[in-house]
């Protein structure tokens, strides 16, 4: 088809349901508190236009009124048909007008879309080590565009080096126009900032703005290595691909013997058969399969996953993705113009590997892998090793103390008489790692302790047409620093992230015609960093919550809908908060309020 008309017809069809929802929500009133009665704020005989700005209502992480020193273009790209070709990437040389040190380094990324075009994702490297994992929207007109700022601080030792003697950047964006015509024309930028870019005591714990168990340390590592393909430039991209639960791919790195701590920064996204992973039910014959017919069976296997890290093949440490829905789940708008929560700055996940340098200290190279445990094809995987290194020592030493990483109880039922039914995943894991390393700050032993809980389950009725999804992952992350019995410095992370989702199918003429959705997904994370025993405590606070309700035709590409964002960000010192609400694919209100200082700070 001609794609001049493909948008005339959508765009028609498009206001055509918009209109649909409207009478119906006015038309059914207060009084039938049905499953999916609006209780929007809908404008009254106007239409608001179809926004072409996709957004995710975060903290940013510079105020608006601070103009950065410097800021520089370093990628140029179009996206066109591309399946298949290695990463775009530019050599990066730096303005000597711009001097290290500086406060604050953001990424921008800005992207268009010429056309029609569906839901991507994309990664954005600095030799090899990534920075950036996007998920795009799908842009449902011409000249869509949206921006992601991301605070690079912890990558400071990137940066150094890319000021130092240049570097590579990055990007891969794997876009097809097999079915649609739509180029992502993307830029993407550094800003540098120097000066106060923000209070003092909020940069502490910097950019905890989005979902992650990320920046649990103060000061950013004094180096990165990059645990992805070595030969990624010239390939399919730095990422290693997993296709199944025992699929583990590996780096090989040696790291400085006088390193006294270390993080491992792990990005991941999801496609596929695992592209919704959070809302599988688990079949009756999956648990009795073989591994082979397990491969074979699509989305059978339930909504569990783990996405963990091996040095020498050894397991040291494990964490469940936060289920980031893309915007071509559920209800593709639902995500348009707000995406859901972390698809623009997809969360990475940290594990402090501290407790196993003992395994790593002797200058010889060893094997950092990476796997998901239950994946279906295909997993995109690749890790930054994140190391702090002892300047007064040539050598520090290290030990192992305690090492206890049971298997993690799963709990699974299943009663399935097709096409209804229901079926419940239940996993609970604590694991505790702790460590010795001797360097010249003294003989200090770090304990990590991690706790994790899920539960899924997919109830499905009245003969397939009525299906509801409850997910909800805890997790507690907790490092402790101590010398002897007292312990010096702690770091905790409480994450709570619940979703449900509500689908019906409505008959029309006795044939399945619209599917109605309701969807509910939060993020809660709490990370405080204490200094001793006695010292100082700072919180950061942060809830980030998406509610949607809308129709889809059955077998067709869009519906109507309408979203709720909100969200919430407080520390010791400032706080934000921005509520988006949407309906047909136009923001129909955007409240920010912002407050400084707040009340702990006597
Ligand atoms: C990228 O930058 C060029 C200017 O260098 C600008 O014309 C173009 O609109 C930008 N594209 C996006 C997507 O921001
Ligand atoms: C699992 O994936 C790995 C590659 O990651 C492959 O070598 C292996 O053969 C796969 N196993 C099965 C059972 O398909
Ligand atoms: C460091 O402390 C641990 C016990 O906490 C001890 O086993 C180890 O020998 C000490 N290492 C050195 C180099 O003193």
């Not at 910097?206 to 990320?214: D, L």
């Not at 200290?361 to 290194?389: Q, Y």
Request: hydrophobic share 40%; with cysteine.
């Amino acid at each position: 088809m001609h794609p001049g008309l493909y948008e005339v017809s959508f765009l028609l069809l498009l206001l055509h349901l918009y209109f649909a929802a409207f009478i119906c929500t006015t038309g059914a009133g207060a009084s039938s508190p049905s499953l999916f009665d609006g209780n929007l704020e809908l404008p009254r005989g106007s239409i608001p236009t179809v926004s072409l700005e996709h957004l995710d209502p975060t903290l940013p992480p510079a105020l608006p009124t601070q103009t950065p020193h410097c800021s520089l273009v370093v990628l140029q790209q179009n996206f066109a048909d591309i399946v298949g070709a290695p990463p775009a990437s530019a050599s990066y040389a730096h303005p000597p007008d711009c001097p290290f040190p500086w406060t604050r380094v953001v990424l921008e990324l800005s992207v268009a879309a010429t056309d029609l075009q569906e839901s991507r994702v994309a990664a954005i490297w600095i030799d090899g080590a990534e920075v950036l994992r996007t998920a795009t929207p799908i842009p449902m007109a011409r000249g869509a565009f949206w921006r992601v700022h991301k605070d690079l601080t912890r990558y400071t030792a990137l940066l150094r080096r890319l000021a130092d003697g240049g570097g590579v950047i990055s990007m891969m964006l794997e876009n097809s126009n097999k079915v649609l015509p739509g180029v992502f024309s993307a830029n993407v930028s550094l800003h540098y900032y120097r000066g106060p870019v923000d209070d003092e005591r909020s940069k502490s714990v910097s950019n905890a703005a989005h979902p992650s168990v990320r920046s649990l340390y103060r000061e950013p590592a004094d180096l990165v290595l990059p645990i992805s393909k070595p030969d990624g430039q010239y390939g399919s991209g730095f990422w290693y691909r997993i296709d199944n639960e025992t699929g583990v791919e590996s780096t090989t790195v040696a790291i400085p013997r006088n390193t006294y701590r270390a993080v491992l920064e792990i990005f991941v996204s999801y496609h596929g058969e695992d592209e919704s992973w959070y809302t599988n039910p688990l079949r009756n014959n999956y648990i009795h399969q073989s591994t082979a017919a397990k491969v074979s069976a699509p989305r059978a296997n339930g909504a569990f996953r783990q996405v963990y890290a091996t040095i020498d093949r050894r397991y040291v440490g494990g964490h469940v993705p936060f289920p980031v829905i893309y915007s071509s789940a559920i209800n593709p708008v639902f995500w348009s113009p707000v995406v859901g929560i972390g698809a623009f700055d997809m969360p990475s996940y940290d594990l402090d590997l501290t407790p196993f340098l003992a395994l790593m200290l002797d200058g010889r190279p060893h094997e950092i892998g990476l796997g998901v445990r239950s994946a279906l094809p295909h997993w995109l995987v690749n890790a930054n090793l994140h190391l702090w290194v002892d300047y007064w020592s040539d050598a520090v030493q290290a030990g192992p103390v305690e090492y206890f990483a049971p298997a993690i109880q799963m709990n699974r039922n299943a009663e399935w008489r097709n096409p209804d039914g229901q079926s419940e995943i239940g996993a609970e894991g604590l694991e505790r790692f702790s460590g010795w390393v001797s360097w010249s700050r003294g003989n200090l032993t770090t304990e990590v302790r991690h706790k994790i809980k899920l539960r899924s389950q997919v109830q499905v009725q009245n003969r397939g047409a009525v299906t509801q999804i409850d997910f909800i992952l805890k997790e507690r992350t907790m490092v402790t620093v101590m010398r002897r019995n007292q312990w010096l410095a702690r770091a905790q992370a409480v994450l709570d992230a619940p979703m449900q989702v509500q689908t019906a199918i409505v008959n029309a003429a006795g044939r399945p015609a619209m599917k109605k959705t309701r969807l509910f997904h939060q993020l809660m994370e709490v990370v405080s960093l204490s200094d001793g025993q006695a010292g100082a405590t700072t919180t950061t606070e942060l809830t980030d919550r998406q509610d949607a309700e809308g129709s889809a035709l059955v077998g067709g590409r869009w519906g109507s809908g309408s979203s709720r964002s909100s969200y919430q960000y407080r520390d010791g010192s400032k706080c934000y908060s921005r509520n988006v609400a949407t309906a047909g694919g136009a923001v129909i209100q955007d409240r920010k309020a912002s407050c400084f200082a707040m009340s702990d700070d006597a």
